[in-house]
């Protein structure tokens, strides 16, 4: 079953619902897409948002179309193109973090709201610690917790 999977076709669709994700967030909730990283937004900046929308929207029927293509050069180019375009996302990410100019929630932007992080991310005095707390309650920290980053505070109430 699993050798006759094909990577490319299952890649596209997962990258193009990725890329449709990011188009509908950019173009109907620029706030809370800002406020999420941690930026404080402006018109000026929302208005750059929806504009970058549509350049999501555009990768995402691309990769969608280009799901069942055999084997080829172009192919080949659009697979390296989406893959320098997620290298740049998380390089430029990975400066703002390090620069201080976005909250830590950059590291899980995509959690699922029933985690736990939902909640807490959006919270400026949390910490980031190495080794999780072997006294957090029994929900899932947040997807950054697959790399053992956990963003809560020891003493945190459950709310």
């Not at 990577?7 to 706030?31: G, I, Q, R, W």
């Not at 897409?33 to 549509?54: H, N, P, Q």
Request: proline share 6%; charged share 15%.
């Amino acid at each position: 079953m699993l050798k006759n999977l094909n990577k490319f076709k299952v890649m596209s669709v997962l990258t193009s619902a990725l890329y449709f994700y990011l188009f509908v967030s950019l173009l109907l909730f620029p706030e809370s897409f800002c406020k999420d990283l941690g930026i404080t937004g402006s018109e000026s900046l929302y208005f750059v948002a929806r504009r970058a929308s549509t350049l999501m929207l555009g990768l995402s029927v691309l990769l969608f179309l280009v799901r069942n293509t055999p084997p080829s050069a172009v192919r080949q180019a659009i697979a390296f193109s989406v893959g320098v375009n997620m290298a740049g996302f998380a390089l430029s990410g990975s400066f703002e973090l390090i620069r201080g100019f976005v909250n830590t929630s950059i590291l899980n932007r995509f959690h699922h709201s029933r985690s736990g992080c939902a909640r807490t991310h959006h919270r400026p005095e949390l910490t980031i610690t190495k080794n999780p707390p072997s006294h957090l309650p029994g929900k899932p920290a947040c997807a950054a917790m697959q790399f053992g980053w956990v963003t809560t505070k020891p003493d945190y109430p459950d709310e």
